[in-house]
């Protein structure tokens, strides 16, 4: 069975900083990973998607890497900002496309 | 668009009455997914439909949770009898076959069993 694992569960960094968050899962036959974004309140949103055959993906200040062997995510946020701050989900696509997702890191990126 | 539209948005409601979540797809979209979230055990995936028809419920909790799609537009999730263990937010995400990378969730149906 699938699981997913993110690290850490809350981080708190002041503005300006670059910031890593770890994704691990342990099932290596993946579809996909995903990385989201939930605010408060609110639903998910997509930030980047790599494929089980890429190593990375880019999208402005967000970098996000996969080594699937040793079954690892890790999302670079560069140059931190207040409006950063939200919870950040892990997910992997298994074969039959569900969607597995970690509990998540939340961030707070203090002014 | 309107993306994926869920409602009610929020609801309160006695242990033991029945609760219907609904939900509206985006158009064109041939994947449904039903999610919970709750702070003890995060995202879990209860059911999800391909062309109106349940793939895998294995996610379902109990006997009392059921989940429809009468057609591509709308989908409900039933709970009847409610428990306060059902307290949580359920989300609705839809996406196309082919585009599976790309999918769209709702904003929530935040469910309080008091």
């Known amino acids: 069975k699938q699981e997913v694992t993110q690290i850490p569960a809350a981080l708190s960094v002041p503005e300006g900083e670059n910031l890593v968050l770890n994704c691990s899962f342990t099932?290596?036959?993946?579809?996909?990973l995903q990385w989201f974004r939930q605010d408060p309140g609110k639903g998910l949103t997509s930030l980047l998607l790599?494929?089980?055959?890429?190593r990375e993906q880019t999208s402005g200040r967000l970098n996000a890497s996969l080594d699937k062997s040793s079954g690892r995510s890790t999302l670079y946020i560069a140059a931190s900002q207040p409006g950063d701050s939200a919870t950040y989900l892990c997910?992997?696509?298994?074969?039959?496309?569900?969607?597995?997702f970690g509990s998540g890191t939340r961030l707070l990126v203090r002014p | 668009d309107a993306g994926v539209i869920q409602s009610p948005r929020h609801e309160v409601t006695e242990m033991g009455q029945e609760v219907t979540l609904r939900c509206k797809p985006i158009s064109g979209h041939d994947y449904l997914f039903w999610y919970r979230q709750t702070m003890m055990r995060g995202l879990e995936l209860l059911i999800y439909?391909?062309?109106?028809?349940?793939?895998?419920d294995s996610g379902m909790p109990e006997d009392r949770f059921s989940a429809k799609m009468p057609n591509a537009s709308f989908s409900t999730l039933k709970i009847q009898p409610s428990e306060p263990r059902d307290s949580a937010v359920y989300f609705c995400?839809?996406?196309?076959?082919?585009?599976?990378?790309?999918?769209?969730f709702g904003e929530g149906s935040w469910l309080t069993v008091v």
């Open positions: 099932d290596s036959a993946i579809y996909n």
């Open positions: 790599i494929q089980s055959s890429q």
């Open positions: 439909f391909n062309n109106n028809v349940p793939i895998d």
């Open positions: 997910a992997v696509m298994d074969s039959s496309y569900k969607l597995i």
């Open positions: 995400a839809s996406s196309l076959r082919g585009r599976l990378d790309t999918i769209y």
